[in-house]
């Protein structure tokens, strides 16, 4: 009996041991996923913050980033001073903003579907954001197709594709 209950205590005592380091394992993973999201969701605040302050954009639904060259752009959705739906694009240097009524141009969704029609066969679109190339605010669309990345860069006005990069 003695030897029977020895037992049972050495196996809860091993038991709380390794549940211990398991529920240790875990807290330690979130805080480090945690702490690594933090610069992301700092710049994507200070882009809201530039926005706001600087091009009088309001009521903000949605920031995000695009990134296809030498710097990001990220994009905030809202309402101008005009109370009409815009973008402001904020440079990824935080120097240059530009805002754009959203009917002066095609929408993030319409910009997808086009970049969709351009990569044949099953692909997703993970991102789509507005950013200036050549002067010109272009939607840059993520699309991926299997293990391949393509980079849909679409004009914002019209709709018609600039460029397509296969990585």
Request: aromatic share 8%; no cysteine; proline share 2%.
């Amino acid at each position: 009996m003695r030897e029977e209950r020895k037992r049972r205590i050495l196996i809860r005592r091993w038991l709380s041991w390794i549940v211990g380091i398991l529920l240790a394992l875990v807290v330690a993973f979130v805080v480090v996923v945690y702490i690594a999201k933090l610069p992301q969701k700092h710049t994507l605040k200070t882009a809201t913050q530039l926005a706001e302050q600087h091009a009088q954009i309001h009521d903000v639904q949605r920031t995000y980033k695009a990134d296809v060259g030498k710097q990001p752009y990220y994009t905030v959705v809202g309402q101008n001073s005009s109370n009409k739906p815009a973008y402001a694009v904020v440079s990824g240097d935080w120097k240059h903003i530009q805002v754009m009524k959203q009917k002066d141009g095609i929408t993030a969704e319409e910009a997808s579907a086009i970049a969709q029609q351009h990569v044949k066969g099953d692909s997703e679109v993970t991102n789509a954001g507005l950013l200036i190339n050549k002067k010109k605010p272009t939607w840059a669309v993520t699309i991926q197709k299997g293990n391949q990345i393509h980079y849909v860069l679409i004009n914002f006005k019209s709709g018609k594709l600039i460029k397509k990069i296969n990585l």
